[in-house]
């Protein structure tokens, strides 16, 4: 039961830590979520496969 209470807090926390994050920000976005922005998951220059930008269209730099 306690390892039940522990887990919902820490979720608790977590939810609570995202909500904040995006009512602080402006349009309730958050800031470079583009894949193609991070070179560790974009070496060749590919396209994002969520937005389909290339990584020099990206407005979040």
């Given amino acids: 039961m306690k390892l039940a209470i522990i887990t919902f807090i820490l979720l608790a926390i977590a939810f609570a830590g995202i909500a904040i994050k995006?009512?602080?920000?402006?349009?309730?976005?958050?800031?470079?979520?583009?894949?193609?922005?991070?070179?560790?998951?974009?070496?060749?220059?590919?396209?994002?496969?969520f937005c389909g930008k290339l990584p020099e269209d990206c407005e979040n730099k």
């Fill in 22 to 49: 995006i009512w602080a920000k402006k349009d309730g976005k958050f800031a470079g979520t583009c894949a193609s922005q991070n070179s560790n998951f974009n070496e060749n220059g590919e396209p994002c496969g």
